[in-house]
């Protein structure tokens, strides 16, 4: 079994900043990527960044502001929010690509956090 937990959300002014932090927990051979995503109310969840292996990639609207890092003797990934917009409002979700080896067995799991909520608002 799999988890993730997430951290650090809550209210913050416009032009401010706020940080999240996911570790995951369970029996991990390796993690292959960890990536945030968002949805905001009335709208789909959509990817935010995400780190691997190979670096780090970003949505276009907030490459710049937001830095994804991880902390592998942890198992842990951080997204630093930096300027923070209205439009940033959303619950923030944390996404992990594991390989879990039972055995002979390898297995590919993708695993989610619960979600932690960030309202950007004055």
């Known amino acids: 079994q799999v988890q993730l937990v997430e951290s650090g959300g809550g209210l913050v002014q416009p032009g401010g900043s706020l940080g999240l932090s996911c570790a995951a927990s369970?029996?991990?051979?390796?993690?292959?990527?960890m990536g945030w995503y968002r949805q905001a109310p009335g709208k789909e969840r959509e990817l935010v960044a995400i780190i691997n292996k190979r670096g780090t990639n970003y949505a276009t609207s907030v490459e710049g502001r937001f830095t994804i890092s991880e902390d592998n003797a942890k198992n842990t990934t951080y997204l630093q929010m930096d300027s923070l917009k209205a439009e940033d409002t959303a619950v923030y979700y944390c996404r992990a690509g594991v390989t879990v080896v039972t055995g002979p067995e390898w297995r590919f799991f993708e695993v989610w956090g619960q979600g932690t909520l960030v309202t950007v608002s004055s």
């Open positions: 369970g029996s991990i051979f390796a993690i292959n990527d």
